[in-house]
């Protein structure tokens, strides 16, 4: 079966920096790679995602990109935020029912 | 809209007990889905469903059951609960109008003493 693996599992940044989130996928029929954001006490969110036909996506201060061959897709914040601190999971989804398989998690502190 | 909500909130069982953990979607989404997130492990998929009647085991169904007789609701049962079973637990559902983005609910904290 599908395997993600993501890092790093704690990043803190300055405000206003960039933080950097990567993760690797092992199943080649992965085809959907989505972001989520969970807030504490709260349900995993979609920020942005990305099909297995696009290399970049960006929405505002974030950004997916995507190496198909390498197996790894990346998420980008700029100019973060302290509303930006939360735990983001990384995701790819295969099978016919859209399966997803998670990452275990980055943890991101915005720094005032 | 409510979207996807979870009952109860939180519960507390004994080693043994039962309990049945009810999703419920207001979104007509065919596609329903259980998981468990453990600390530092991500959510793990337990059991999913494609449509109304239907259900298949997902990455760790063991000492899990579900049902989904009425396709707006997803039920989870634990038929004899173990520590091991403590977690939180997420549904979700999957849009028609975008097939892949998944909505979650707000999930269900579990402790099994």
């Known amino acids: 079966g599908e395997n993600v693996e993501q890092h790093p599992s704690t990043l803190s940044v300055q405000e206003g920096d960039s933080a950097v989130i990567k993760c690797t996928y092992s199943?080649?029929?992965?085809?959907?790679f989505p972001w989520y954001k969970q807030e504490l006490g709260k349900g995993p969110q979609l920020i942005i995602d990305?099909?297995?036909?696009?290399g970049e996506k960006k929405d505002q201060r974030i950004a997916v990109t995507l190496n198909k061959t390498a197996k790894h897709f990346s998420l980008h914040i700029t100019e973060t935020q302290p509303e930006d601190s939360a735990v983001y999971f990384c995701a790819a989804s295969t099978g016919s029912a859209r399966q997803l398989t998670f990452g275990s998690g980055t943890q991101l502190t915005v720094l005032p | 809209n409510a979207g996807v909500t979870q009952t109860p909130k939180f519960r507390v069982l004994k080693t043994g007990q039962s309990m049945t953990l009810l999703c419920a979607q207001d979104m007509n989404h065919e596609y329903m889905y259980w998981y468990r997130q453990d600390p530092g492990m991500g959510l793990r998929l337990i059991h999913y469903?494609?449509?109304?009647?239907?259900?298949a085991k997902g990455e760790v169904p063991d000492g899990y059951n579900v049902s989904r007789l009425k396709k707006q609701n997803f039920l989870l049962g634990l038929e004899s609960a173990a520590p091991s079973q403590t977690s939180v637990y997420f549904c979700?559902?999957?849009?028609?109008?975008?097939?892949?983005?998944?909505?979650f609910g707000p999930g269900t904290r579990l402790t099994v003493t």
């Open positions: 199943d080649s029929a992965s085809n959907y």
């Open positions: 469903s494609v449509g109304e009647g239907t259900t």
């Open positions: 990305i099909r297995s036909n696009v």
């Open positions: 979700a559902s999957l849009t028609e109008g975008r097939p892949y983005e998944q909505y």
